[in-house]
Protein backbone atom coordinates (compact mmCIF):
# COMPACT_ATOMS: atom_id res chain seq x y z
CA UNK A 1 0.00 0.00 0.00
CA UNK A 2 1.53 3.67 -1.13
CA UNK A 3 1.77 5.85 2.07
CA UNK A 4 -0.65 8.95 1.78
CA UNK A 5 1.14 12.27 0.48
CA UNK A 6 -1.11 14.40 2.29
CA UNK A 7 -4.48 16.38 2.39
CA UNK A 8 -4.24 18.98 -0.26
CA UNK A 9 -4.31 21.35 2.69
CA UNK A 10 -1.29 19.67 4.36
CA UNK A 11 0.48 20.03 1.04
CA UNK A 12 0.20 23.18 0.87
CA UNK A 13 0.62 24.00 4.38
CA UNK A 14 4.08 22.07 3.62
CA UNK A 15 4.78 23.85 0.46
CA UNK A 16 4.41 27.45 2.17
CA UNK A 17 7.21 26.10 4.69
CA UNK A 18 9.35 25.50 2.30
CA UNK A 19 8.51 29.26 1.00
CA UNK A 20 9.10 30.72 4.05
CA UNK A 21 12.59 28.95 4.45
CA UNK A 22 14.05 29.49 1.34
CA UNK A 23 12.57 33.29 1.70
CA UNK A 24 14.45 33.47 4.84
CA UNK A 25 17.79 32.29 3.83
CA UNK A 26 17.83 33.16 0.32
CA UNK A 27 19.39 29.99 -0.72
CA UNK A 28 18.71 26.15 0.24
CA UNK A 29 20.44 23.32 -0.66
CA UNK A 30 17.11 20.72 -2.30
CA UNK A 31 18.51 17.91 -0.24
CA UNK A 32 18.56 19.91 2.40
CA UNK A 33 15.19 20.91 2.47
CA UNK A 34 13.95 17.68 1.93
CA UNK A 35 15.94 16.77 5.11
CA UNK A 36 14.14 19.39 7.14
CA UNK A 37 11.12 18.60 6.03
CA UNK A 38 11.43 14.62 6.84
CA UNK A 39 10.17 13.75 3.11
CA UNK A 40 11.76 12.00 0.16
CA UNK A 41 13.82 13.74 -2.60
CA UNK A 42 11.09 12.92 -4.98
CA UNK A 43 8.27 14.93 -2.80
CA UNK A 44 10.23 17.74 -2.12
CA UNK A 45 11.41 18.35 -6.13
CA UNK A 46 7.76 17.76 -6.56
CA UNK A 47 7.02 20.93 -3.56
CA UNK A 48 8.96 22.81 -5.64
CA UNK A 49 8.46 22.68 -9.11
CA UNK A 50 5.17 23.85 -7.65
CA UNK A 51 6.05 26.77 -5.90
CA UNK A 52 8.34 27.63 -9.25
CA UNK A 53 5.28 27.26 -11.47
CA UNK A 54 3.73 30.02 -9.42
CA UNK A 55 6.35 31.80 -9.56
CA UNK A 56 6.89 31.41 -6.00
CA UNK A 57 10.68 30.99 -6.22
CA UNK A 58 13.19 29.76 -8.57
CA UNK A 59 14.63 26.40 -8.33
CA UNK A 60 17.99 25.86 -10.07
CA UNK A 61 20.21 22.32 -9.89
CA UNK A 62 20.25 21.55 -6.32
CA UNK A 63 18.91 24.26 -4.78
CA UNK A 64 15.96 26.64 -4.59
CA UNK A 65 16.19 30.22 -3.95
CA UNK A 66 14.19 33.51 -3.37
CA UNK A 67 12.91 36.81 -5.36
CA UNK A 68 14.13 39.26 -4.08
CA UNK A 69 12.96 41.31 -0.92
CA UNK A 70 11.17 43.89 -2.39
CA UNK A 71 9.48 41.41 -4.83
CA UNK A 72 8.40 39.01 -2.24
CA UNK A 73 7.03 42.04 0.62
CA UNK A 74 4.42 43.62 -2.47
CA UNK A 75 3.66 41.20 -5.12
CA UNK A 76 0.28 39.42 -4.12
CA UNK A 77 1.27 35.97 -4.82
CA UNK A 78 3.31 35.83 -2.03
CA UNK A 79 0.81 37.57 0.43
CA UNK A 80 -2.67 35.63 -0.14
CA UNK A 81 -1.38 32.42 1.69
CA UNK A 82 0.41 33.96 4.44
CA UNK A 83 -1.71 34.32 7.77
CA UNK A 84 -4.78 33.28 6.10
CA UNK A 85 -6.31 31.97 9.49
CA UNK A 86 -5.29 35.66 11.26
CA UNK A 87 -6.95 37.07 7.40
CA UNK A 88 -10.20 34.69 7.98
CA UNK A 89 -10.96 36.21 12.02
CA UNK A 90 -10.06 39.74 10.55
CA UNK A 91 -12.66 39.72 8.49
CA UNK A 92 -15.46 38.75 10.52
CA UNK A 93 -15.00 42.35 12.30
CA UNK A 94 -14.49 43.84 8.93
CA UNK A 95 -17.74 42.43 8.04
CA UNK A 96 -19.72 43.67 10.82
CA UNK A 97 -18.74 47.41 9.79
CA UNK A 98 -21.01 46.85 6.68
CA UNK A 99 -24.37 48.12 5.94
CA UNK A 100 -26.84 47.11 3.42
CA UNK A 101 -27.34 49.17 0.72
CA UNK A 102 -24.41 51.08 0.68
CA UNK A 103 -21.02 52.10 -0.78
CA UNK A 104 -17.96 50.36 -0.71
CA UNK A 105 -14.69 50.98 -1.28
CA UNK A 106 -12.13 47.98 -1.15
CA UNK A 107 -8.67 48.23 -1.30
CA UNK A 108 -6.59 45.46 -3.41
CA UNK A 109 -4.88 43.83 -0.33
CA UNK A 110 -4.93 40.47 0.21
CA UNK A 111 -5.90 40.74 3.94
CA UNK A 112 -9.28 41.94 2.61
CA UNK A 113 -10.23 39.03 -0.04
CA UNK A 114 -11.90 37.02 2.63
CA UNK A 115 -14.31 40.09 3.89
CA UNK A 116 -14.74 40.49 -0.18
CA UNK A 117 -16.27 36.35 0.00
CA UNK A 118 -18.63 37.95 3.01
CA UNK A 119 -19.74 41.04 0.91
CA UNK A 120 -21.34 38.37 -1.88
CA UNK A 121 -24.12 38.18 0.85
CA UNK A 122 -24.59 41.95 1.91
CA UNK A 123 -28.22 43.16 0.37
CA UNK A 124 -27.89 46.06 -2.10
CA UNK A 125 -24.13 46.75 -2.14
CA UNK A 126 -22.11 48.53 -4.52
CA UNK A 127 -18.46 48.41 -4.05
CA UNK A 128 -15.59 50.17 -5.94
CA UNK A 129 -12.25 48.57 -6.17
CA UNK A 130 -8.87 49.01 -7.95
CA UNK A 131 -8.51 45.16 -7.82
CA UNK A 132 -9.31 42.56 -10.47
CA UNK A 133 -9.10 39.94 -7.96
CA UNK A 134 -11.46 41.66 -5.99
CA UNK A 135 -13.89 41.92 -8.92
CA UNK A 136 -13.35 38.00 -10.00
CA UNK A 137 -13.95 36.81 -6.16
CA UNK A 138 -17.90 39.17 -6.49
CA UNK A 139 -18.28 37.26 -9.95
CA UNK A 140 -21.97 36.33 -10.01
CA UNK A 141 -22.93 37.66 -6.65
CA UNK A 142 -25.71 41.19 -6.50
CA UNK A 143 -22.81 43.09 -5.62
CA UNK A 144 -22.76 46.04 -8.29
CA UNK A 145 -18.97 46.21 -8.77
CA UNK A 146 -17.67 49.47 -10.30
CA UNK A 147 -13.86 48.84 -11.04
CA UNK A 148 -11.42 51.69 -11.07
CA UNK A 149 -8.53 51.74 -14.16
CA UNK A 150 -5.16 53.07 -15.33
CA UNK A 151 -2.41 51.04 -15.45
CA UNK A 152 -2.24 47.56 -14.80
CA UNK A 153 0.60 45.87 -12.61
CA UNK A 154 0.80 42.06 -12.64
CA UNK A 155 2.34 41.77 -9.02
CA UNK A 156 -0.82 43.30 -7.75
CA UNK A 157 -3.73 42.42 -9.77
CA UNK A 158 -4.94 45.82 -9.87
CA UNK A 159 -4.39 49.42 -11.12
CA UNK A 160 -3.34 52.35 -10.07
CA UNK A 161 -1.97 56.17 -11.01
CA UNK A 162 -3.22 59.24 -12.05
CA UNK A 163 -6.35 58.00 -13.86
CA UNK A 164 -7.34 55.85 -11.02
CA UNK A 165 -6.99 58.99 -9.01
CA UNK A 166 -9.27 61.02 -10.85
CA UNK A 167 -12.15 58.76 -10.97
CA UNK A 168 -11.59 58.50 -7.34
CA UNK A 169 -12.42 62.31 -7.36
CA UNK A 170 -16.03 61.79 -8.94
CA UNK A 171 -17.44 59.38 -6.73
CA UNK A 172 -18.13 58.98 -2.96
CA UNK A 173 -18.46 55.97 -0.72
CA UNK A 174 -19.82 55.53 3.08
CA UNK A 175 -16.89 53.49 3.96
CA UNK A 176 -13.63 52.27 2.35
CA UNK A 177 -11.42 49.17 3.56
CA UNK A 178 -7.99 49.79 2.93
CA UNK A 179 -4.42 47.61 3.80
CA UNK A 180 -0.90 48.69 4.74
CA UNK A 181 2.11 46.82 3.21
CA UNK A 182 4.36 48.71 6.34
CA UNK A 183 3.31 50.57 9.43
CA UNK A 184 5.97 52.29 11.88
CA UNK A 185 4.75 54.43 14.66
CA UNK A 186 1.52 55.30 12.87
CA UNK A 187 3.17 56.13 9.95
CA UNK A 188 2.41 54.53 6.56
CA UNK A 189 4.19 53.26 3.73
CA UNK A 190 4.45 51.40 0.49
CA UNK A 191 6.99 49.86 -1.96
CA UNK A 192 4.98 51.64 -5.53
CA UNK A 193 4.30 55.44 -4.88
CA UNK A 194 1.33 54.79 -7.25
CA UNK A 195 0.13 52.52 -4.89
CA UNK A 196 0.65 55.40 -1.52
CA UNK A 197 -1.20 57.71 -4.00
CA UNK A 198 -3.91 55.48 -4.53
CA UNK A 199 -4.47 55.31 -0.65
CA UNK A 200 -4.66 58.53 -0.02
CA UNK A 201 -7.32 59.19 -2.02
CA UNK A 202 -9.26 56.26 -0.90
CA UNK A 203 -9.08 58.10 2.13
CA UNK A 204 -10.36 60.98 0.74
CA UNK A 205 -13.54 58.94 -0.54
CA UNK A 206 -15.04 57.87 1.64
CA UNK A 207 -17.03 58.89 4.94
CA UNK A 208 -15.67 56.48 6.69
CA UNK A 209 -11.78 54.37 6.99
CA UNK A 210 -10.94 50.92 8.49
CA UNK A 211 -7.88 50.06 8.11
CA UNK A 212 -6.92 46.11 8.00
CA UNK A 213 -3.37 45.50 8.68
CA UNK A 214 -2.17 41.75 10.87
CA UNK A 215 0.96 42.14 12.98
CA UNK A 216 3.34 41.61 10.32
CA UNK A 217 2.66 44.46 8.56
CA UNK A 218 4.08 46.65 12.08
CA UNK A 219 7.51 48.09 12.73
CA UNK A 220 8.34 48.13 8.81
CA UNK A 221 8.93 51.04 6.57
CA UNK A 222 9.44 50.98 2.48
CA UNK A 223 10.24 53.43 -0.39
CA UNK A 224 7.05 55.91 -0.27
CA UNK A 225 5.16 57.26 3.04
CA UNK A 226 2.08 58.77 2.37
CA UNK A 227 1.02 60.06 5.46
CA UNK A 228 -0.27 58.54 8.96
CA UNK A 229 -2.66 56.53 10.17
CA UNK A 230 -4.81 59.70 11.94
CA UNK A 231 -7.47 60.01 8.33
CA UNK A 232 -8.15 56.41 9.74
CA UNK A 233 -11.62 55.90 11.71
CA UNK A 234 -10.85 52.20 12.76
CA UNK A 235 -7.75 49.42 12.65
CA UNK A 236 -8.61 46.27 12.86
CA UNK A 237 -5.53 44.08 13.62
CA UNK A 238 -4.63 40.81 15.77
CA UNK A 239 -3.52 40.20 19.00
CA UNK A 240 0.16 39.65 18.25
CA UNK A 241 0.55 43.06 16.98
CA UNK A 242 3.13 44.95 19.02
CA UNK A 243 1.52 46.69 22.03
CA UNK A 244 3.80 49.77 20.86
CA UNK A 245 2.99 50.25 17.92
CA UNK A 246 -0.89 49.41 18.20
CA UNK A 247 -0.54 51.98 21.23
CA UNK A 248 0.98 54.77 18.30
CA UNK A 249 -2.21 54.41 16.54
CA UNK A 250 -4.87 54.64 19.33
CA UNK A 251 -2.68 57.73 20.76
CA UNK A 252 -3.72 59.63 17.04
CA UNK A 253 -7.38 58.96 17.85
CA UNK A 254 -8.10 55.94 15.92
CA UNK A 255 -10.36 53.03 17.28
CA UNK A 256 -8.40 49.87 17.34
CA UNK A 257 -10.41 46.27 16.95
CA UNK A 258 -8.18 43.44 18.38
CA UNK A 259 -8.91 39.41 17.23
CA UNK A 260 -7.49 37.28 19.20
CA UNK A 261 -6.62 34.23 18.19
CA UNK A 262 -5.61 32.85 21.14
CA UNK A 263 -7.34 29.44 21.90
Not at 18 to 31: A, H, K, N
Request: negative net charge; charged residues 30%; glycine residues 6%.
Amino acid sequence: MRPSRGSEAEVEERRQLVLRQVTDEGEVRIGDLAERLGVSLMTMHRDLDNLQERQLLRKRRGVASAFPTVTVESALRFREHSNVAIKEAMAEALADQVTPGGTVLVDCGSTLFPLVRRLREVEGLRLITNSLRVAYLLNGSDVQVTLLGDRYYPDFESCAGPETLRQLERVRADIAFLTATSISEGRLFHPIREYADNKEAYVRTAERVVLAADHSKFGRTATYAYGDVSGYDLLVTDSAAPADEVRSIADLGVEVCTVDLRE
